[in-house]
């Protein structure tokens, strides 16, 4: 497999389309079921493009071929997916908060796992770890330094008088995230057994990204203070590249995603980090109305 094709998520099952008896579907159509398919799962592959839409595999790929032209996928090796947004642009906490809601737990459930009691534990801002600092509440004594406002307030309610928390100073960003002079007067100097990372992005080439320069500033200074580093990312983080790099694949000690990765992935991912581990994904009960 090509570079390229390590670059995205595959779903691993689409739907298939229905096509009118006793015609053939037009190209413009087909593209606006192709097109549909990518809005929903961010990525289509050609070989079950030709299964479900039954037409020749030169075909897919003049549809695809036509759909980039317009800007509305991008081609990838074996397929196509959804094409990046802005590197710069940063959705809020709020936004990002009800996306991947399932896998974030799972994930946060096997990094939590991955914590030593009474250890010093950094916690990047995000939905991600702060979804892992509700896992953490139940470790003890630890020392927990996080330049997230969301991470400082899940172990405020928790309130165990065995758990310290040092909330850094600075600027704050949509993320909830606090960046700048005063974040990285904070965190410099510091020693810590484990940082926990949550992320835009990663990629082969770019690492582990963020679309905020501020933010990655005081991240890179969490990833220097850190013993061991432990990143937080989900499978739809594959692929999506922000402005700055916080830190190259390989300085990821334990790089925790969860089971919705594609096996091509998770074999790309682990000629990098130090150790992949793949939570698996249970959807939790959720309370009506």
């Given at each position: 497999?090509?570079?390229?094709?390590?670059?995205?998520?595959?779903?691993?099952?689409?739907?298939?389309?229905?096509?009118?008896?006793?015609?053939?579907?037009?190209?413009?159509?087909?593209?606006?079921?192709?097109?549909?398919?990518?809005r929903r799962s961010g990525a289509v592959r050609v070989a079950d493009l030709v299964e479900s839409l039954s037409v020749s595999d030169m075909t897919v790929r003049r549809d695809l071929d036509a759909l980039e032209s317009r800007g509305e996928v991008r081609k990838v090796h074996g397929g196509a997916v959804a094409p990046e947004g802005a590197r710069t642009e940063e959705p809020g906490f709020e936004a990002k908060?009800?996306?991947?809601?399932?896998?974030?737990?799972?994930?946060?459930?096997?990094?939590?796992?991955?914590?030593?009691?009474?250890?010093?534990?950094?916690?990047?801002?995000?939905?991600?770890?702060?979804?892992?600092?509700?896992?953490?509440?139940?470790?003890?004594?630890?020392?927990?330094?996080?330049?997230?406002?969301?991470?400082?307030?899940?172990?405020?309610?928790?309130?165990?008088?065995?758990?310290?928390?040092?909330?850094?100073?600075?600027?704050?960003?949509?993320?909830?995230?606090?960046?700048?002079?005063?974040?990285?007067?904070?965190?410099?100097?510091?020693?810590?057994?484990?940082?926990?990372?949550?992320?835009?992005?990663?990629?082969?080439?770019?690492?582990?990204?963020?679309?905020?320069?501020?933010?990655?500033?005081?991240?890179?200074?969490?990833?220097?203070?850190?013993?061991?580093?432990?990143?937080?990312?989900?499978?739809?983080?594959?692929?999506?590249?922000?402005?700055?790099?916080?830190?190259?694949?390989?300085?990821?000690?334990?790089?925790?995603?969860?089971?919705?990765?594609?096996?091509?992935?998770?074999?790309?991912?682990?000629?990098?980090?130090?150790?992949?581990?793949?939570?698996?994904?249970?959807?939790?009960?959720?309370?009506?109305?």
């Amino acid at each position: 497999m090509t570079p390229e094709g390590n670059l995205e998520h595959w779903i691993q099952h689409i739907p298939t389309f229905s096509i009118m008896p006793g015609g053939r579907m037009l190209a413009a159509q087909r593209q606006e079921l192709i097109l549909e398919q990518v809005r929903r799962s961010g990525a289509v592959r050609v070989a079950d493009l030709v299964e479900s839409l039954s037409v020749s595999d030169m075909t897919v790929r003049r549809d695809l071929d036509a759909l980039e032209s317009r800007g509305e996928v991008r081609k990838v090796h074996g397929g196509a997916v959804a094409p990046e947004g802005a590197r710069t642009e940063e959705p809020g906490f709020e936004a990002k908060s009800t996306r991947q809601e399932d896998e974030k737990h799972a994930i946060a459930r096997a990094v939590a796992e991955l914590v030593e009691p009474h250890s010093a534990v950094g916690l990047s801002a995000g939905t991600t770890t702060a979804t892992v600092a509700e896992y953490l509440t139940d470790t003890p004594g630890l020392t927990v330094v996080t330049n997230s406002l969301r991470v400082a307030e899940v172990f405020h309610r928790a309130a165990r008088p065995d758990q310290t928390v040092a909330l850094t100073g600075g600027f704050r960003t949509p993320s909830d995230a606090l960046v700048g002079p005063l974040a990285l007067a904070s965190v410099r100097g510091l020693n810590l057994d484990v940082l926990v990372l949550g992320v835009h992005g990663m990629q082969e080439r770019a690492g582990f990204t963020t679309p905020n320069l501020m933010e990655s500033e005081t991240n890179r200074a969490l990833v220097e203070a850190a013993a061991s580093l432990v990143v937080a990312a989900d499978h739809s983080k594959w692929g999506t590249v922000g402005i700055s790099t916080i830190a190259p694949l390989d300085r990821c000690d334990v790089l925790v995603t969860d089971s919705g990765t594609d096996p091509a992935v998770r074999a790309a991912l682990t000629e990098h980090v130090g150790r992949l581990v793949v939570a698996d994904v249970r959807p939790r009960k959720r309370e009506d109305g």
